[in-house]
């Protein structure tokens, strides 16, 4: 589900030297906690993404995810049922709120296409090459 929407943005799913989401179920809400990292950034997580059952409640419970993002440095944070997409860009010293966009991928939107490059890959190690 989030695979081909990452491949998009620049996180190259098929190049795993280029990066690597670790996943965690968490079998109580059927969840899955996403890490986006690169070898570009050693030891550290870029991005993170909680992916939900399509339908399921997603603004219930972020709370945690947040505030670790924001304990660890992470830059973005965004949850999804698949359908909706809530993201928060994480500012030091700012405990976010609302979500900065709120994204319906199924509405044809420009507006909430543009707002999904927030999650987009801006380390160069991602940055795909031609191959020669």
Same mark, same amino acid.
Request: glycine share 6%; hydrophobic share 45%; aromatic share 8%.
């Given at each position: 589900?989030?695979? &081909?929407?990452?491949?998009?943005?620049?996180?190259?799913?098929?190049? &795993?030297?280029? *990066?690597?989401?670790?996943?965690?179920?968490?079998?109580?809400? %059927?969840?899955?906690?996403? %890490? /986006?990292?690169? +070898? %570009?950034?050693?030891?550290?997580?870029?991005?993170?993404?909680?992916?939900?059952? /399509?339908? %399921?409640?997603?603004? +219930?419970?972020?709370?945690?995810?947040?505030?670790? !993002?924001?304990?660890?440095?992470?830059?973005?944070?965004?949850?999804?049922?698949?359908?909706? *997409?809530?993201?928060?860009?994480?500012?030091?010293?700012?405990?976010?709120?609302?979500?900065?966009?709120? !994204?319906?991928?199924?509405?044809?939107?420009? !507006?909430?296409?543009?707002?999904?490059?927030?999650?987009? !890959?801006?380390?160069?190690?991602?940055?795909?090459?031609?191959?020669?």
């Amino acid at each position: 589900m989030v695979a &081909p929407i990452l491949n998009i943005l620049g996180w190259r799913v098929s190049h &795993p030297e280029f *990066w690597f989401i670790p996943a965690t179920r968490d079998d109580a809400d %059927a969840r899955m906690v996403h %890490a /986006l990292r690169s +070898d %570009a950034v050693p030891d550290r997580t870029l991005a993170v993404i909680e992916t939900r059952a /399509l339908g %399921a409640d997603i603004i +219930d419970g972020i709370e945690f995810h947040l505030q670790r !993002c924001i304990d660890t440095g992470v830059a973005i944070f965004a949850i999804t049922d698949g359908r909706f *997409w809530h993201l928060y860009p994480i500012l030091e010293g700012v405990t976010p709120g609302k979500p900065t966009a709120v !994204c319906d991928l199924f509405s044809g939107n420009p !507006c909430d296409v543009q707002a999904m490059t927030m999650l987009e !890959c801006k380390t160069p190690a991602f940055v795909h090459s031609p191959s020669k």
